[in-house]
């Protein structure tokens, strides 16, 4: 099974900060990377899919970018609404691993 | 506007049995590949099945493999999860989710399994 590991697990920022979140796949799944946004109570909402594109009505301030098993999410300017768990998938072979998590904090 | 709803979580005794549902609507349903993901709460999220448009093709975590068995009846628009030999270890939020392969685009409000004595 593919490993995905996220960095770090949680992290305390203010808004308008530039924040990256780090997800590093255990073997290559180029460009089978999803990420996904999570606030208490409530299901997942896809952000980012194929590694870099941008889901429809998702705010251009989410970005996500690859560079080989390393994937990047990166919100430019965080927002109040922004503080939440985000999780990646890779779905470039069967199980869908998702990895671990990060948790956005207010500082 | 799009729905995915979940329905058939409860409390059951381990060894039981339970069909999970997800009813879908406002989209194409029979044209998305559906997925089943859990989570247990304050944890983080675990895939579980998926079965692609027209039911031929089916995986499965292997912590439910031979256990879980994943269906869908499009002229219902209606994605099923049977479960049986429930474990402890099953109790979760069960989410249903489809897409285009390869992604999850659209998400139900989950139900929630527990299975205890």
């Known amino acids: 099974d593919i490993q995905m590991t996220q960095s770090p697990s949680s992290l305390s920022a203010s808004v308008g900060d530039r924040v990256t979140l780090t997800c590093r796949a255990s073997q290559s799944v180029s460009p089978y990377l999803n990420w996904f946004q999570q606030k208490p109570g409530k299901a997942p909402k896809l952000l980012i899919y194929?590694?870099?594109s941008l889901q429809s009505g998702v705010p251009s301030r989410f970005s996500g970018s690859a560079s080989g098993t390393d994937f990047t999410l990166t919100i430019s300017s965080l927002q109040p609404e922004d503080f939440a768990s985000y999780y990646c998938?890779?779905?470039?072979?069967?199980?869908?691993?998702f990895g671990g998590g990060t948790r956005v904090e207010i500082k | 506007e799009v729905q995915l709803v979940e329905s058939g979580g409860g409390l059951v005794q381990p060894g039981g049995a339970l069909t999970l549902s997800c009813a879908a609507s406002?989209?194409?349903?029979?044209?998305?590949?559906m997925h089943w993901v859990r989570q247990v709460p304050g944890k983080g999220l675990v895939w579980v099945s998926r079965i692609n448009t027209d039911g031929s093709s089916t995986n499965y975590a292997d912590s439910v493999k031979g256990r879980f068995t994943v269906s869908r009846d499009n002229a219902k628009n209606t994605l099923y999860l049977q479960m049986n030999s429930l474990r402890v270890e099953d109790t979760a939020m069960y989410y249903c989710?489809?897409?285009?392969?390869?992604?999850?685009?659209?998400w139900g409000q989950g139900t929630l399994v527990t299975v205890s004595s």
């Open positions: 998938q890779q779905t470039y072979s069967t199980p869908f691993t």
């Open positions: 406002g989209f194409s349903f029979s044209s998305y590949w």
């Open positions: 194929a590694a870099s």
């Open positions: 989710a489809g897409g285009a392969s390869g992604r999850s685009d659209y």
